[in-house]
T-cell receptor, first 110, second 114 residues
Framework: GIQVEQSPPDLILQEGANSTLRCNFS?????LQWFHQNPWGQLINLFY???GTKQNGRLSATTVATERYSLLYISSSQTTDSGVYFC????????????FGGGTRLMVKP | NAGVTQTPKFQVLKTGQSMTLQCAQD?????MSWYRQDPGMGLRLIHY???????DQGEVPNGYNVSRSTTEDFPLRLLSAAPSQTSVYFC?????????????FGSGTRLTVV
């Protein structure tokens, strides 16, 4: 099936720092989504971004579909940004359900 | 508006027991799916449904059954629990097919098989 790789696997930041998370995928896709899993396990949809750039507050995402990657930017990080960030793309199934990357585990220290 | 509701939140089973994880959504989404998340890993697709009466297998379907008799409900059945099925299970629904936007996840069911 389609491969989704995220980097880095782990990231530790001081509060206020900026960061960039990367998602590479092995085949062309018609959409890509970013999720945040908070320390309590809840999964929140951050962006639906098949191409181009979107921004939501301190978070923004860019997908370059032709080069098969997406970036998630976190600016002025806060402790509440801690958790795991997943990207996901449609897999090779009839419903095009999402295939997830392994995630980037982010810890923001006060 | 409850979104996606999963029950129970926690469950301990003995090897060989069966059980059903419940999932209900009130957003009239056509697409529903079940994922499992093992420690330190991403989510893997177990089964999914593109509408009432239609289900299909995902990446890791063995040992699980699903049915979709209504738009709202999508239960996941463990036929004969095994320790390898210890995991956190998430149900999701979405309003667009083709992996489109609007994915909403339930809060998860943490299952331990002893």
């Amino acid at each position: 099936g389609i491969q989704v790789e995220q980097s880095p696997p782990d990231l530790i930041l001081q509060e206020g720092a900026n960061s960039t998370l990367r998602c590479n995928f092995s085949d062309s896709v018609n959409n890509l989504q970013w999720f945040h899993q908070n320390p309590w396990g809840q999964l929140i949809n951050l962006f639906y971004i098949p191409s181009g750039t979107k921004q939501n507050g301190r978070l923004s995402a860019t997908t370059v579909a032709t080069e098969r990657y997406s970036l998630l930017y976190i600016s002025s990080s806060q402790t509440t940004d801690s958790g795991v960030y997943f990207c996901a793309v449609p897999g090779y199934n009839a419903g095009n359900m999402l295939t997830f990357g392994g995630g980037t585990r982010l810890m923001v220290k006060p | 508006n409850a979104g996606v509701t999963q029950t129970p939140k926690f469950q301990v089973l003995k090897t060989g027991q069966s059980m059903t994880l419940q999932c209900a959504q009130d957003m009239n989404h056509e697409y529903m799916s079940w994922y499992r998340q093992d420690p330190g890993m991403g989510l893997r697709l177990i089964h999914y449904s593109v509408g009432a009466g239609i289900t299909d297998q995902g990446e890791v379907p063995n040992g699980y059954n699903v049915s979709r008799s209504t738009t709202e409900d999508f239960p996941l059945r463990l036929l004969s629990a095994a320790p390898s099925q210890t995991s956190v299970y998430f149900c999701a629904s979405s309003y667009l097919g083709k992996g489109g936007g609007g994915y909403t996840f339930g809060s998860g069911t943490r299952l331990t098989v002893v």
